[in-house]
């Protein structure tokens, strides 16, 4: 793939040059083993999309909305993945690696492993949801209240690229976020896995974690129940959330949009 450049990048997405006081850093979690893909290939984070890793086509879609600083965390297959994907330097980009030692566990372990090395607010992103390029621009251009978090919502709920049985869900009212979770019941949107967090995700994660819970949606539903989660809708724009064969078929299949 071309290689890119963030000041472009920045200007194209309407924002200052200086990505420091405009423009978040990304922290994307990459930890788990991805077992429905791990007999057709292993690690997932570097399973090709048209002969491009999916990590990498996530980092390149990410720095053309701008973002040029991303720290990714790792576990299972850390060095190999680290090794294919690099510093970022070619295509213009910084990337530092954390490590989860308990990436058998849940993926809000992961977030809370980087807490000491981000400073909010950050974007989040899931190292298996590839996404148009625009969803995470129209993310960077909304203005939260306060330490409100934001998350990007899918609410083409009859959508090809959406399986609903396997969606994290949310039931939204105006912009508020009232539920979350995959098993909930009342539901008009979809969980894209694309988040604008300020300090409280951090807050929240820990109030789970020593209560036994260690999944991000857990930390979300507590945002929720603050008041402190609200819904970016993503319009008529796609994304893929990659957990198997025929969730990477349909990414290759859009491909096109998605790059």
């Excluded at 990459?30 to 007999?39: F, I, V, Y």
């Excluded at 690229?161 to 019941?185: F, S």
């Excluded at 949107?189 to 020593?210: H, K, M, N, P, W």
Aim: net charge negative.
């Amino acid at each position: 793939m071309s290689p890119y450049c963030p000041a472009l990048a920045r200007s194209l997405a309407g924002k200052d040059e200086d990505p420091l006081s405009r423009f978040p850093e990304a922290l994307i979690i990459s930890a788990g083993m991805g077992d429905l893909l791990e007999s057709f290939f292993s690690p997932k984070p570097l399973v090709p999309v048209s002969d491009t890793p999916l990590l990498e086509r996530i980092i390149h879609n990410a720095a053309r909305a701008g973002i040029d600083r991303f720290k990714i965390v790792l576990g299972y297959k850390a060095k190999q993945i680290k090794s294919r994907i690099g510093s970022g330097h070619a295509w213009g980009v910084r990337i530092d690696y954390l490590y989860n030692d308990e990436w058998e566990g849940g993926n809000g372990l992961s977030v809370l492993k980087a807490r000491e090395d981000l400073r909010p607010p950050f974007c989040l992103l899931m190292g298996d949801h590839l996404f148009e390029v625009d969803i995470l621009s129209r993310l960077l251009r909304t203005e939260p209240a306060g330490d409100v978090c934001l998350l990007c919502v899918d609410s083409k709920l009859q959508a090809g690229h959406i399986r609903l049985d396997e969606a994290t869900k949310v039931r939204i009212e105006g912009r508020k976020i009232l539920q979350i979770g995959k098993a909930i019941d009342r539901f008009n949107g979809v969980d894209t896995g694309i988040f604008l967090f300020s300090e409280a995700i951090f807050q929240a994660l820990e109030y789970c974690r020593i209560r036994g819970k260690d999944t991000l949606s857990e930390a979300n539903q507590k945002l929720c129940d603050d008041g402190k989660l609200q819904a970016v809708d993503i319009g008529d724009k796609i994304w893929v959330d990659i957990d198997d064969r025929n969730d990477l078929e349909t990414a290759r299949r859009l491909l096109s949009k998605l790059t």
